[in-house]
């Protein structure tokens, strides 16, 4: 499990900010309650003494807690964190913003404890300030997830004033978005691609009069790869996933494979290293798709 790269509805912008938020609030009122029973507290709102102090605080928090989602954000497609890693820089956070509050607690007149011990102290109540709301956070996000996986899974379930087909012969392919509401159900003959922007998704498609279009919803990209998994759409690289039915070439290029679609306005697709394996495997079989190299 450690070693399993973390999902990206985890690491996602609005996942990001949705933690984020979600932390703050429960550390504000966790250590508002945890005030009383401590003898190193000097957390205050209102009119306490030590407004200036919280705040000055809370707004360091704050501020690395931001600055480090927005660095995992960057880095994220690059680094591919496993759940080991995702921790780790999770307890990074917490040991600087233990350490924030190790600084201005020494400082403060009537605090006998040396530093070690004031630091050892922030840190358990700093674990539990924001450990319990990035585990709730992303037990939040995967069952939002895998809800809109179910829902696509079983889109052959979608009232329709068509005649009624075997399980197998499901002729549409219907997106709902994150909130589940059904969105688009559209036959694979005019689906082309579906391109990745960000927590949205475009998906590309030739009307009835053969004019392409793209429809924008909010769905992830990976929900719609695995709830179509051994179906006619698979992913070709981070960004895309399309319709290899819509193929008409794969060729081989100096830095790899792309793939060309059956409409010359739309341009070849690139194949990266991580889905090389799973589109050259469908294409065994289909040998005069392959170009051979000059």
């Not at 009307?207 to 279009?213: A, E, N, P, T, V």
Request: aromatic share 14%; charged share 20%.
């Amino acid at each position: 499990m450690i070693d399993k790269i973390v999902p990206e509805y985890i690491l996602g912008k609005y996942q990001s900010i949705g933690t984020v938020t979600f932390s703050t609030l429960f550390a504000l009122i966790f250590l508002n309650i945890y005030i009383p029973f401590s003898e190193t507290a000097w957390f205050g709102l209102g009119g306490s003494a030590m407004f200036g102090r919280t705040i000055i605080f809370i707004v360091i928090s704050i501020a690395i807690l931001i600055s480090s989602r927005m660095i995992l954000y960057q880095v994220k497609d690059f680094l591919k964190p496993t759940y080991f890693e995702y921790a780790a820089w999770c307890l990074i956070e917490i040991i600087l913003i233990s350490g924030v509050y190790t600084w201005i607690t020494t400082d403060l007149p009537g605090i006998h404890e040396n530093g070690w011990t004031i630091y050892k102290r922030s840190f358990l109540y700093v674990l539990i300030a924001l450990g319990i709301p990035y585990i709730l956070s992303g037990m939040y996000f995967a069952i939002i997830e895998k809800n809109n996986t179910i829902r696509l899974m079983h889109y052959e379930n979608v009232v329709t004033d068509e005649p009624v087909k075997s399980e197998k012969s499901v002729s549409k392919i219907t997106l709902f978005d994150n909130s589940g509401a059904l969105k688009m159900s559209i036959s694979p003959e005019n689906l082309y691609y579906i391109e990745s922007d960000d927590n949205y998704i475009k998906v590309w498609y030739t009307d009835s009069r053969g004019h392409m279009q793209n429809y924008m919803l909010r769905c992830r990209l990976k929900t719609v790869e695995e709830s179509f998994k051994d179906s006619g759409l698979i992913r070709c690289n981070r960004k895309y996933i399309v319709n290899l039915a819509k193929v008409s070439m794969l060729r081989k290029e100096n830095d790899g494979f792309v793939l060309d679609l059956c409409n010359e306005a739309i341009p070849p697709l690139p194949v990266t290293k991580t889905y090389v394996d799973s589109v050259l495997g469908y294409f065994t079989e289909q040998e005069p798709l392959l170009e051979p190299m000059e």
